[in-house]
């Protein structure tokens, strides 16, 4: 009976020290001030992180968002312009882009490509920005959702093509979701 009584008393006091050691992971929100400074946040965030871009205007940003359970926001909704020749991928999961607003720029292609899933593009701005997609989301990603957005005023010079566009799978269903946004004032 001894010999049980130490044992489970050497055993929760092993337990008791690794307590001591284990650190809380914790979510960090972060405010960075240029488009280099952001991806380097990207690059290094943990899950739970929420990184804000700095309100104002910022040309021709290239990111590349390959963490998952991230957010990534305007500082307020509406208060961060991503203007001129932009190109935006998400291969994480689980992630947030919200709040920007691209409303001068240019692009043959695509704005936000979307490849990973379980993806929300929220609270975004595309007004008079020239592109042939806005927003592409492409097999075999899963579960996206593109809400509370608007989309008005693409140019009649812009390469004709639609502003959402999802690529099917020919076995996977995507489950995507496209709600709450509004579409106006498209040429044609």
Do not use: C
Not at 20 to 46: E, H, Y
Not at 99 to 118: R, Y
Not at 156 to 185: C, E, K, R, W
């Amino acid at each position: 009976m001894r010999r049980s009584i130490v044992a489970l008393s050497l055993v929760l006091a092993l337990a008791g020290i690794g307590v001591l050691f284990v650190q809380p992971v914790r979510a960090q929100t972060s405010l960075v001030t240029s488009i280099p400074a952001l991806q380097a946040a990207i690059n290094g965030a943990a899950p739970g992180d929420v990184i804000q871009l700095a309100n104002g205007t910022y040309l021709n940003a290239s990111l590349s968002i390959g963490a998952s359970n991230i957010t990534i926001q305007a500082q307020t909704p509406g208060g961060v312009y991503l203007n001129g020749s932009d190109a935006i991928t998400i291969s994480g999961s689980y992630n947030t882009f919200s709040g920007f607003q691209f409303t001068s720029g240019s692009v043959p292609g695509f704005v936000i490509e979307v490849t990973g899933s379980h993806n929300t593009l929220t609270q975004l701005n595309f007004n008079g920005y020239s592109a042939q997609k806005y927003i592409v989301i492409k097999a075999p990603s899963q579960y996206n959702s593109v809400t509370w957005s608007n989309f008005q005023n693409k140019p009649t010079s812009a390469p004709q093509g639609n502003l959402i566009h999802i690529d099917p799978h020919a076995t996977v269903p995507g489950y995507h979701t496209i709600s709450h946004n509004s579409f106006q004032h498209m040429p044609g």
